[in-house]
Each structure stands twice: as C-alpha cells, then as structure tokens.
C-alpha cells in the first residue's frame, strides 16, 4: 500500500504541477475573453431561465428527458459534496486562508468554462438505443471534432469511468462514514451498508429518478447549509473584514506558522485553491454536461446560461460560506483539517454546529454519490453499450461500502490525481470546439435582441 500511495503521490504531483493550473485556469480565461465576460455579465439571466425551467413539459416541443432545472440540480448533486465542507477545510489546513482566494478566481473563470461544456453537450448530444438523450465530452469530441479525434474521447470515457469510483463514490461514503462516527458514534461499516442500500434502491429508476431525488433534495440541503453558515458568520461578524483581508494577502504571501498551523507558501495556497476548486466544482472536468445532455430543450445556449450556475451556486456561495466560517471562528489555527476542521467552526458558533455540519456532508455526500453514478454509467455505456448499463449499476452500489472503511488520505489523492487525468481530454476539445461555442452565443443574443427590438 505504502508502494502504491508513492506512485500515486508522483503522478499527482506531475498532473497538479504548473501546466495543468494553467491549463485549468487558461482556458478558462480564455472562453471567458471569447464570451466577453458574458457567463458574468448575464448571471441574472441565467437565474431567470433556471426559475422558468422547473418542470418537464410532456407536451414541449423541447427535447430532453428531465427539466433544465432538474439537470442543474443533477449536476449539483454531483458537485456540492465533500469537496465544499471537508475540500474547502483541506485547502485552507494545507495552503492557508490565501487559498479560498485561488477558489474563487478559479470559480469565476469555470462559469465560462461550464458554460461552454453544456452548450456542446446538448449541440452535440445523441440519442441511446432507449431514446434517452446521451451527451458529454466523449460525444462532442466524437461529434464535433470527427473520427480522427474519436480516440480523445474514447479516453475521457476511460477515465471517467474510473474517476467516478473514486471522486463520486468512496471519497463520498469515506467522508460521511467519519463524521457519523465522530459526531453520533456509528461505526463506519454501518454507515456504508446503510448509503449502499439507499444508493441502490434510487439507480434502479434511472436519470429520472436520480434528477427528482437530486431536485428535492440539493436545494433544501443547500439552503439549510447556507442558513447555518450566515449564522456562523453573524456570531463572527465583528471578524469578517479582517478575514477578507487575511485571504487577500494571505493569497500573495506566505503564511507563518500559528497555532496548529503549520505555514504556507504562496504556491501551495495557489495549487490547493485551484485544485479543491476544481474538485468542488468540477469546472472543466466534462462531468456536468453529461447530466445537461438529458435537459428538456432545444438550444444549446439557454442550457448553457443554466449550467453556469453550477459553479457560482457551488464555490462561490457554498465554499465561501465554508471557508468564511472556518477563517472568522479562528479555527483555522485549530490543527484540525477536513470535515473535522469545518465541524471544529461550526460548532463553536452554534449550539449542535458538529452535527450540522455532519447531517450537511451526509446528505451531500449521498445526492453526489447518486449524480456521479449517472456520469460514470454514460462513461461505460459509450464505452461498452447498453448492456453494461444494468452490471455497472450493480458494481457502483457494491463498492459504496468499501470507501467507508478505507484510508481516507489514500482515497483523497487517488481521487485528486484521476480529476486531474480526467479534465485533459476535455479541456483540449473545449479550446478546438470554441468557436462553435462563440459562434452559438452570438447567434443566441442576437436573436434576443431582435425580438427585444420587435415587441
């Protein structure tokens, strides 16, 4: 095991070095020019549309199998996870308050970059042997690059596949196994038995079923976190100027040890706020198209507008309200990291904060394990068809249980280094797909404006 931890720490270190940062964070900024800020610019829109598109319409003329809202939630089932309450911690333990600075700008150059996946997988989505629309960057790679690039996508399918065991399931089932036994005294084998049974019992119904689940669910708990959060913020509230500036310099200093903490340099606030970024949000992962692939319409751009969201719902509200908490309360300097460190903050706020924090990430946990299971069977059924469709199910809920009794730092950089194998193949299609992305946009507005300039 020791042997194996070591090879996966060199390969992480390689593909979380300088080029995949600038990759990430290039071609981010680089749609975001290209779009002209409008993923920013046009947010209100983005919200209108989300509002406009809560329900499936049977007798739409749209074509998809789950409403745009529904595949937002989907999409953020998958995202609001571990990464915004023990990822966030984890970054801050390692890189210092300068690391939730890296979150954001990481954030708000993915909206363009989340925006731009969404907008190709519906353009270029496909319809399985079911009817049932099927997209992601395997089929825009397919679709929109030509056979010569097929082999491209055939890799991000590989590796989607095999990243989902990893960042959507036993990462997810590690961390709700340890805050159950630490918070209420459960024995971790119990814990995964218990999400094994309920992750099983929704698979069985499909997109349909996970999307109605992730619906109801995402936004209450998302609600409740961040109701908690504002109340965490408002004990510390006298703190609050003073944290904004420690994150600011802290992200262009180095940090001297204090505390439990041990010091940062700036390169390490830099890769691990980019890297919890990315893993939060999954902006240029190529996982959240495969869930808007499904939405109920017809023009790539409105989905796109809805898809943006995903990114600023998830770090820039989410993780700040985590990383907020955890730096105003001081905790920062506990010693404690991950799941523990946000509990550590919450709880000395507010009466029972321990297991707020621990209902939070189960929940969570639970609504991500149930939306990467949807990535990873698209991932297989590209691969090997239908037919694996069925035996895949059956293999994801089984290995539910082993997270929770696995190590979680082995499991955390397994999964950070596959997030980072998965996010090249689609960040190459994202560049040589661009501009049908600018082009779509274009043709989307202007088209708005001519009907604004009509009535």
């Known amino acids: ?69 529904n595949a937002l939630m989907t999409s953020l089932s998958a995202t609001i996870g571990t990464g915004n309450i023990a990822g966030v911690a984890t ?52 679709n929109g690059l030509g056979s010569k690039w097929t082999w491209l996508g055939t890799a991000f399918a590989i590796l989607g596949s095999i990243a989902g065991f990893g960042i959507g399931n036993t990462v997810q089932t590690n961390s709700v196994a340890d805050a159950m036994s630490s918070n209420f005294g459960v024995p971790n084998w119990i814990t995964g038995i218990v999400l094994m049974v309920l992750v099983g019992a929704v698979l069985m119904g499909g997109i349909k079923r996970i999307a109605d689940v992730a619906g109801k669910l995402v936004p209450l708990m998302t609600l409740f976190y961040i109701t908690a959060g504002f109340a965490v913020l408002v ?43 990315v893993f939060s949000n999954e902006a240029g992962l190529g996982s959240a198209p495969i869930a808007h692939a499904a939405a109920q319409t017809n023009d790539p751009v409105k989905q796109g507008l809805v898809a943006m969201l995903g990114t600023f719902i998830d770090t820039i509200i989410v993780c700040s309200i985590t990383g907020l908490a955890i730096i105003v309360s001081g905790a920062w300097t506990s010693g404690e990291n991950g799941a523990a460190l946000t509990s550590y903050a ?13 209902v939070a990430l189960a929940v ?25 469709v069925k035996p895949f199910r059956l293999v ?48 989307y507005f202007a088209k708005q404006k001519a009907k604004a300039l009509e009535s």
């Not at 290209?34 to 920013?40: A, D, N, R």
């Open 396 to 443: 994801w809920t089984l290995v539910v249980p082993i997270g929770a009794v696995s190590s979680l730092e082995f499991i955390w950089l397994l999964a950070d280094t596959l997030n980072a194998m998965m996010a090249i193949p689609n960040l190459i299609a994202l560049v040589l797909l661009s501009p049908v992305v600018f082009g779509l946009t274009r043709e």
């Open 346 to 358: 919450f709880s000395h706020a507010l009466p029972m904060g321990n297991y707020i924090v621990a």
């Open 1 to 69: 095991m020791e042997g194996l931890t070591a090879f996966i720490n060199a390969i992480n270190g390689i593909v979380w070095g300088v080029p995949m940062l600038v990759m990430i964070l290039g071609v981010g900024l680089f749609l975001s020019i290209g779009l002209k800020l409008m993923p920013i610019l046009k947010l209100g829109t983005g919200f209108k549309l989300l509002w406009s598109g809560r329900a499936t319409d049977s007798d739409s003329q749209d074509k998809g199998e789950i409403s745009p809202f």
């Open 235 to 277: 004990v510390y509230a006298d703190q609050i100027p003073a944290a904004f500036e420690l994150i600011i310099h802290s992200a262009f200093n180095p940090v001297a040890a204090q505390g439990g903490f041990a010091g940062a340099a700036v390169w390490a606030a830099i890769r691990f706020g980019v890297a919890r970024g």
């Open 364 to 388: 969570f946990a639970f609504t991500t394990i149930l939306g990467w299971s949807f990535y990873s069977e698209k991932c297989v059924q590209y691969l090997l068809g239908d037919k694996a």
């Open 91 to 142: 970054a801050i333990f390692i890189g210092g308050p300068g690391a939730l600075f890296w979150m954001w700008c990481t954030a708000l150059v993915g909206m363009a970059t989340k925006f731009a996946e969404a907008v190709l997988a519906v353009k270029f989505r496909e319809k399985d042997s079911n009817g049932n629309h099927v997209g992601g960057p395997m089929y825009y790679i397919k």
